[in-house]
């Protein structure tokens, strides 16, 4: 009987080893997921793979293992450069644009040090960025975000992405390249809140001209409805066509209810009815004009809004 008790309690004790291991870095995971999926519960089910792998392994190799966090960072990214090249398959039977899932600003996890820990609210969770990250090829995006995001060294992203050291290098050139021609004119945030605000202003008081005034001769309107709730099939172009959609959306919907709602992109916007939120309108801001509006109504996106 004695015997029997000190197996159990070994059990037991080995079993709350594994979870204060798992409980611990679980945060640090689902951000780094994140950004490289820009879905959370796609997010949530690489850093689940990861776990169930780390269970697996026998007593003797866990001990092997001198850095459980950093094995954990290594096996998630090669989970999520697997799930990105699946995801472009999927997304070729998508209905109608795909965007990032937005995520809500502030968790406590946002207001941790560590850059590792921080689930949200940075430039590298904004929607601006996870577009641009969308158009990179897998290995593109994980050593970007390895490198420039988590600040990993080369040596081991190559271990990932399963190439040379200087081939790793060459990715992150390629990807920074392309973030920056997209990125690096984005207003600052001020001056980002300052259009949004006005923005928001001239939405609600239904003000067409002054509508138009703010957005970009060039602006894009990419609705995400993932084909379950009514959303734009392509992206709207143009000041007058997206003024016209945004205002004539509003007038079919005298119920709804707009509130400002701080992202990582800054100011933004979510709509609700009935006390449900069903669409988060995310703005881009180049100058003193909005140049994108990304509004996500899938309902399967939008569930940490409500």
């Not at 269970?55 to 999520?80: F, H, K």
């Not at 669409?279 to 909005?290: C, F, I, K, N």
Request: hydrophobic share 45%.
């Amino acid at each position: 009987m004695m015997d029997t008790t000190a197996a159990q309690r070994g059990r037991h004790s080995m079993t709350d080893d594994l979870t204060s291991t798992l409980d611990a870095e679980r945060p640090a995971l689902r951000g780094l997921a994140y950004r490289m999926l820009g879905s959370l519960s796609d997010a949530e089910d690489a850093v689940q793979d990861a776990f169930v792998r780390w269970v697996r392994l026998t007593d003797a190799q866990r001990s092997a293992i001198e850095n459980p966090g950093a094995w954990m960072m290594r096996v998630t990214s090669r989970i999520c450069l697997d799930m990105l090249g699946s995801a472009r398959a999927r997304r070729e039977t998508y209905v109608g644009p795909w965007l990032p899932e937005p995520v809500p600003a502030l968790t406590e996890a946002s207001r941790a040090p560590d850059p590792l820990e921080r689930v949200t609210l940075d430039d590298s969770v904004s929607m601006a960025l996870q577009v641009v990250l969308d158009t990179l090829t897998p290995a593109e995006r994980v050593a970007f975000v390895l490198h420039d995001v988590f600040e990993l060294p080369f040596a081991q992203i190559a271990e990932t992405v399963g190439r040379s050291v200087e081939a790793t290098r060459q990715l992150a050139s390629s990807a920074r390249r392309k973030v920056r021609s997209r990125t690096d004119d984005a207003a600052p945030r001020e001056r980002h809140d300052a259009v949004a605000a006005a923005f928001a202003a001239a939405t609600g008081a239904g003000d067409f001209d002054a509508l138009v005034a703010l957005l970009d001769p060039d602006v894009t309107l990419t609705s995400d409805g993932g084909g379950k709730v009514s959303a734009a099939r392509r992206p709207v172009l143009g000041a007058v066509n997206v003024a016209r959609f945004i205002l004539g959306v509003l007038t079919q919907r005298p119920d709804a209810r707009v509130d400002p709602i701080a992202t990582a992109d800054g100011l933004g916007f979510i709509v609700s009815e009935n006390a449900v939120v069903d669409t988060v309108m995310v703005l881009g801001v180049r100058a003193d004009r909005v140049s994108d509006v990304w509004l996500v109504r899938n309902p399967d996106k939008l569930t940490s809004w409500r």
